[in-house]
T-cell receptor, first 111, second 112 residues
Framework: TQLLEQSPQFLSIQEGENLTVYCNSSSVFSSLQWYRQEPGEGPVLLVTVVTGGEVKKLKRLTFQFGDARKDSSLHITAAQTGDTGLYLCAGTPNTGNQFYFGTGTSLTVIP | DAGITQSPRHKVTETGTPVTLRCHQTENHRYMYWYRQDPGHGLRLIHYSYGVKDTDKGEVSDGYSVSRSKTEDFLLTLESATSSQTSVYFC???????????FGSGTRLTVV
């Protein structure tokens, strides 16, 4: 069982559509991070959310940290082909000191 | 320009041979990590370092050893490679978890 479960696992959408990716846990996290990984490269940090209920925007990407700090979501508006990649959430639960990565969501945006 | 490089980028080796992967950083970060990424398993921590000569095991450390004799270099060694160690290996650096990780471009290792 993974500490951070992401859904959906795979997502294929048309360019211009909106989408939401979810990251869920039964554990409380002091912060959560989102990364994007393109084929053949390492993950790249997109954002860190720290406060419960926090919303951060990065151009067309909106990140939200749940009020209870157990979950997070990533919403992409008007997806572009350049958004294609593997999206990973990650963080350290309050009960431990190990950093965990989520199971990942593989997004394909079709032109 | 990311301040972290991995070498080699690709390697094919035979079962039973030793293999060393290198991670080099120019950011002077204290923390360095080795992960492997496999389909269905995501990113799994192998070993990490919190300073020169200070290392510790991660989730999947069996069959791997590491060394860090300088701040900038973190070496991962497979003492006797097995086919189950075929994977993509990523090195990461961090100035602290809250600042996030910076990953290298990865090493694709195939053990035949």
């Amino acid at each position: 069982t993974q500490l951070l479960e992401q859904s959906p696992q795979f997502l294929s959408i048309q360019e211009g559509e909106n989408l939401t990716v979810y990251c869920n846990s039964s554990s409380v996290f002091s912060s959560l991070q989102w990364y994007r990984q393109e084929p053949g490269e390492g993950p790249v940090l997109l954002v860190t959310v720290v406060t419960g209920g926090e919303v951060k925007k990065l151009k067309r990407l909106t990140f939200q940290f749940g009020d209870a700090r157990k979950d997070s979501s990533l919403h992409i508006t008007a997806a572009q082909t350049g958004d294609t990649g593997l999206y990973l959430c990650a963080g350290t639960p309050n009960t431990g000191n190990q950093f965990y990565f989520g199971t990942g969501t593989s997004l394909t945006v079709i032109p | 320009d990311a301040g972290i490089t991995q070498s080699p980028r690709h390697k094919v080796t035979e079962t039973g041979t030793p293999v060393t992967l290198r991670c080099h950083q120019t950011e002077n970060h204290r923390y360095m990590y080795w992960y492997r990424q496999d389909p269905g398993h995501g990113l799994r921590l192998i070993h990490y370092s919190y300073g020169v000569k200070d290392t510790d095991k991660g989730e999947v450390s069996d069959g791997y050893s590491v060394s860090r004799s300088k701040t900038e270099d973190f070496l991962l060694t497979l003492e006797s490679a097995t086919s189950s160690q075929t994977s993509v290996y990523f090195c990461a650096i961090s100035g602290g978890v809250i600042y996030g990780y910076t990953f290298g471009s990865g090493t694709r290792l195939t053990v035949v």
